[in-house]
């Protein structure tokens, strides 16, 4: 006899998930979703689901969140994708250019079921798929809108791309754009005068989609065609990983944010530059600042480079001979990548001016820029290590970091991480101290430090916001 047939069929248990998007920091144009008058709010706070119109106590679930200069856009479970901030070029998808300080659905993708999004400082960029197909239409389409991208409303993009193409990936960068297709190769579109299209040259004006066709491996040989796993576009630079784990930059490397020793052309590199000084470490992860650079190696290390003038190297006010001072000795510049954490890194998110990541136990660590509470929980201007930055419960699945404003998505995974997520949106000023009781014995690391913090506040601190509607945290 099988043993199925004494047990029965086994069938897979679907636990409750349920995610949750925290955004905190600069505020003044309504990109941390939050409808209030506070230019700065310093405590991550959790959008609650009927702020996008979902009933309360549903299971709500995201799928990625992104940030740009100055709006916020997010994507549900169901493939819907919301926008809110700033509007003023048409980032929002809208048609309009008016700035929202809530989310709304972005109607013109609704035949779309949108997989990822990117942000840049004025213009968005979407991964779809449509919902009804007969085979005939490519999966994983690219649809763009805003500033330099033709359109107030996504509209779909091919490029220099072929129609049948997959996309796997899509960064934007201040006034560009690179696409990632699924067989590893890249196009580049917008303003290229630093060199930030990748295409061997420099020029004024807006430029038309083209392929990045040479990569740079080795100086003394030819350039060859590289196949590319991941991209990231920074203000004016770009830096993508190749399928075999190195890491190539180009753009504007006036603050050592491409990590070469030295410049081919003047302050810029046109054409991809292999980073020879990580030669022999597996990178998984680039992620590009307004003017750094971050990495992540297959072991969890984590390396940056560039601009550390705010702290968002994350190495202190001093740094050691790998520096150097340039034209001006008030800009601390790192032109080679370093060492800032050993090991357990997972995620990394590059602001214009701040960095922040999520480690294997769990936390979330932030440092740079700081005069908005963006980049870590301590009231400075600049924070120039890594800080905790806590108030954030469930597992870290995306780091987000804007102009001056930040967003973290977490998962609830299981029916402990579901009750967690339940008591952090019930907790309060006064019932703090039973709940991290509770946390305590079941060993809630995030509540019990949630808990500490309101408690904190109780004994004295500040709630940097008031009359806030939508917190799920109250007074």
Known sequence: MEITEILGESRPVALPTKSAIYVWGYNQRGQTGRNEKEPKLRIPRQLPP?????????????????????????????????????????????????????????????????????????????????????????????????????????????????????????????VHVVALSDDGLLQSWGYNEYGQLGRGFSCEGLQRPGLLKAYARHLDEAPELVKIAQVSCGEYHTAAISDSGEVYTWGLGNMGQLGHSSLQTEDKEVLPRRVVALDGVCITSVECGGV?????????????????????????????????????????????????????????????????????????????????????????????????????????????AGGGHSAVLTDACSLKDLCEFRLAESVTLENAAQIEDVALRTSSDALVRLCEKLRELQDGGEWDSEGDECAPMRR
């Open 292 to 400: 750094h650079t971050c990495a992540v190696t297959a072991k969890g290390a984590l390396y940056a480079w560039g601009g550390g003038q705010v702290g968002q190297l994350g190495l202190g006010p001093q740094t050691s001979s790998a520096s150097f001072i340039f034209k001006d000795s008030s800009l601390m510049i790192r032109n080679l990548p370093a060492a800032v954490i050993p090991t357990g890194v997972q995620l990394v998110a590059c602001g214009h001016a701040h960095t922040l990541i999520s480690t294997s136990d769990g936390r979330i660590h932030g440092w740079g820029y700081n005069s908005y509470g963006q980049a870590a929980n301590e009231k400075s201007t600049c924070a120039w290590y890594p800080s905790p930055v806590d108030w954030c419960v469930g597992q870290v699945r995306k780091l987000a």
């Open 50 to 174: 009927e702020l996008f119109g979902c009933p309360a106590g549903n299971n709500t679930r995201w799928l990625d969140v992104a940030c740009g200069r100055e709006h916020t856009a997010a994507v549900a479970s169901d493939g819907s994708l919301f926008t809110w901030g700033a509007n003023d070029f048409g980032q929002l998808g809208d048609g309009t250019e008016e700035s929202r300080k809530y989310p709304m659905k972005v109607k013109h993708l609704e035949t779309e079921f949108v997989k990822s999004v990117s942000c840049g400082a004025n213009c968005t960029a979407a991964i779809a798929e449509p919902r009804e197909n007969d085979g005939t239409i490519a999966t994983r389409r690219l649809w763009v809108w805003g500033q330099n991208q033709g359109s107030d409303y996504p509209r779909l993009f091919w490029g220099a791309f072929t129609p049948n193409t997959v996309i796997r990936q899509v960064s934007c960068g201040s």
